[in-house]
């Protein structure tokens, strides 16, 4: 079985441009998170999803931040336009649907942001 | 202040030697306690998970431990591997939503 997937797994941009970030979870798993880490941070929650709907978006740090997830598949994170703030690894994760308990959460091998 | 601190932030052992990694966290009431294990460049995996009423949860050489009257849980790795190396890190849920340590990276030398 497939793992989650990011990409890109890395991606560095000039400061005002726009970049998309994407999650492919594991097949079948209708909850989907996005979680930032920041340099010497710990990582911290963005949103989740259960299939297309965002649940909680309470992470968002700004609406310069846009998840989006067609269909209830993939997700892609655009930020637009990005700030020296916005450096950082960016992880994807998902989940089963019934798994309210202990909800063990997947994550991708996330996408590492420079903006210069 | 982050709800879930870890200490120490590094350390050094020799392989095949013991260690113990810690967490307080004052998130409460929680679901569940886990630790991760992070790999340079790769996303966190977990190691454990523990509800509130479990005191102990092992997984091969890991064993993490909760003491949910003193909000403290910790991991200890018995007879360290290279392939040990990594940040380890605590996380609490509530639900679905997670709150992490910063992490201990742990470094394993021959």
């Known amino acids: 079985e497939a793992g989650v997937t990011q990409f890109p797994s890395h991606s560095v941009i000039e400061k005002g441009q726009t970049v998309t970030l994407r999650c492919d979870p594991i097949?079948?798993?209708?909850?989907l998170y996005w979680y930032r880490r920041v340099m010497g941070k710990e990582i911290k929650f963005l949103l989740h999803?259960?299939?297309?709907?965002?649940?909680?978006e309470s992470g968002m740090p700004n609406n310069r931040f846009l998840a989006e997830r067609t269909g209830g598949t993939y997700s892609t994170l655009k930020v637009q336009p990005a700030e020296l703030e916005d450096s950082g690894v960016y992880f994807c994760?998902?989940?089963?649907?019934?798994?309210?308990?202990?909800?063990?959460?997947?994550f991708g091998p996330g996408t590492r942001l420079t903006v210069l | 202040k982050n709800q879930v601190e870890q200490s120490p932030q590094s350390l050094i052992i020799l392989e095949g030697k013991n260690c113990t990694l810690q967490?307080?966290?004052?998130?409460?009431?929680?679901?569940?306690l886990r630790w991760y294990k992070q790999d340079t460049g790769r996303g966190p995996v977990s190691l454990t998970i523990?509800?509130?009423?479990?005191n102990t949860k092992s997984n091969g050489r890991y064993t993490a431990t909760l003491d949910a009257d003193t909000k403290q849980s910790s991991l200890h790795i018995t007879a360290s591997q290279l392939s040990d190396s990594a940040s380890y890190i605590c996380?609490?849920?509530?639900?679905?939503?997670?709150?992490f340590g910063a992490g201990t990276t742990v470094t394993v030398r021959a």
């Open positions: 996380v609490v849920s509530v639900g679905y939503k997670l709150s």
């Open positions: 999803f259960v299939k297309e709907s965002k649940q909680d």
């Open positions: 523990m509800t509130f009423s479990e």
């Open positions: 097949s079948g798993h209708d909850n």
């Open positions: 967490c307080n966290y004052t998130v409460s009431p929680f679901s569940n």
């Open positions: 994760a998902s989940s089963k649907t019934g798994e309210t308990f202990y909800n063990e959460q997947f």
